[in-house]
């Protein structure tokens, strides 16, 4: 890790992750990170990473030992495994735990509002009087605790 000594809190810090960690993006946002995967954007070049950590002031995690380097705000990381990867997230200092009420969506990183109990909502989502249900403001991506937010949970512990 370079340029912090302390902890990373979702609700202070801004992460971007090079495209060798997408799925390890999708983990950051259930946590409540704000979480932008360079893949998203595009964007590949080792330069445009390191200039969008910067404009952004984002942290950046990499598996690029040269990257990781250059980079104001990094953490390195070494294994291919997500279960892993989270561990060493931990080892540096990064708080994860599944926020209580989701706030990013796992596809965009867009912001998430509650479904009201009278909007209605696709087939393949429950009926938000029965179950709560969040929709990303930016996609429109529906959200709720179903059997893979409970396995994403028990992966990050």
């Known amino acids: 890790m ?10 202070t810090d801004r992460l971007l992750l090079d495209v060798m960690l997408g799925k390890l993006t999708v983990y950051l946002r259930l946590c409540g990170y704000d979480a932008v995967y360079a893949g998203d954007r595009g964007v590949e070049a080792d ?3 390191l200039d969008i950590a910067a404009e952004e002031n984002r942290t ?22 997500i279960e892993d990867q989270l561990a060493e997230l931990r080892e540096a200092g990064v708080e994860l735990a599944v926020a209580e009420v989701p706030t990013r969506c796992g596809r965009c990183n867009g912001s998430l509002v509650p479904v009201e109990d009278d909007e209605t909502t696709p ?7 029965e179950t709560d249900c969040w929709r990303c403001q930016d996609c429109g991506q529906l959200f709720w605790k179903g059997s893979h937010w409970k396995r994403m949970k028990e992966v990050i512990g």
């Open 47 to 49: 330069d445009r990473i």
């Open 60 to 81: 950046l995690l990499t598996r690029d030992v040269s990257l990781a380097g250059q980079a104001e705000s990094s953490i390195l990381l070494t294994k291919r495994d």
């Open 123 to 129: 087939g393949y989502a429950p009926d938000p009087q």
């Open 2 to 11: 370079t340029g912090r000594d302390s902890g990373f809190h979702p609700e």
